[in-house]
């Protein structure tokens, strides 16, 4: 079973829409959680960590639930920009703090 | 402000071959890594480096070895090139444990 898992989707919404993606991860000794965000053709980039307490950044919101090893991210108000593929990553205190990458979650906004 | 710079971006290899991607960083992190992308399979970890001196395996290693020469710069060779090493390689570096990593614009390589 890969370390963490998230809905390929593709998910398709039309522009001003709010969508959520979902992510678990099944090592307990996950330290630190990211969204990164890819486009096609180019590197990762981070989107956002994420915090126990939950954070928000304009139109991204992410939440992490420990106990359930849950993390999402919401987002407000698509835009057309917003069209990528969405990675959910953990690291963790092995493998030099490498980040375990989900296959990522795509999104398609439409006009 | 260049971050981490990998070179070549694109290349092209026959089976047996062998060669070898660089990636710098100038942002004086201490960690390193090589990752592997292919589709439908997420971003695979090859080798890391916690620090200036010491390397290991990651989650597929197999085929591939690392230098890291210094704090900036940890190469990855590929020895005998197979057409399953085709994929995008991405270079990535990091500086505390819960901090981010920053990535590498890849290399497209082609075994053919």
């Known amino acids: 079973r890969k370390e963490v898992e998230q809905d390929p989707g593709p998910f398709n919404v039309p522009e001003g829409a709010t969508v959520a993606f979902n992510c678990t991860y099944s090592?307990?000794?996950?330290?630190?959680f990211f969204w990164y965000r890819q486009d096609c053709r180019k590197e990762p980039k981070l989107l956002m960590s994420v915090y126990s307490s939950g954070n928000e950044d304009g139109r991204f919101t992410a939440q992490l639930n420990r106990a359930s090893q849950y993390i999402s991210l919401l987002i407000r108000d698509s835009k057309l920009s917003d069209s990528a593929t969405y990675l959910c990553?953990?690291?963790?205190?092995?493998?030099?703090?490498?980040?375990?990458f989900g296959k990522g979650t795509s999104l398609l906004v439409t006009p | 402000n260049a971050g981490v710079t990998q070179t070549p971006k694109f290349q092209v290899l026959k089976t047996g071959q062998s060669m070898t991607l660089q990636c710098a960083q100038d942002m004086n992190h201490n960690s390193m890594y090589w990752y592997r992308q292919d589709p439908g399979m997420g971003l695979r970890l090859i080798y890391y480096?916690?620090?200036?001196?010491?390397?290991d395996k990651g989650e597929v290693p197999n085929g591939y070895n690392v230098s890291r020469l210094n704090k900036r710069e940890f190469s990855l060779r590929l020895e005998s090139a197979a057409p399953s090493q085709t994929s995008v390689y991405f270079c990535?570096?990091?500086?505390?444990?819960?901090?981010?990593?920053?990535f590498g614009q890849g290399t497209r390589l082609t075994v053919v």
């Open positions: 090592n307990s000794a996950s330290q630190s």
């Open positions: 990535a570096s990091s500086e505390a444990p819960v901090r981010e990593a920053f």
């Open positions: 990553v953990v690291k963790r205190a092995n493998s030099g703090y490498a980040l375990n």
């Open positions: 480096s916690a620090s200036e001196g010491t390397t």
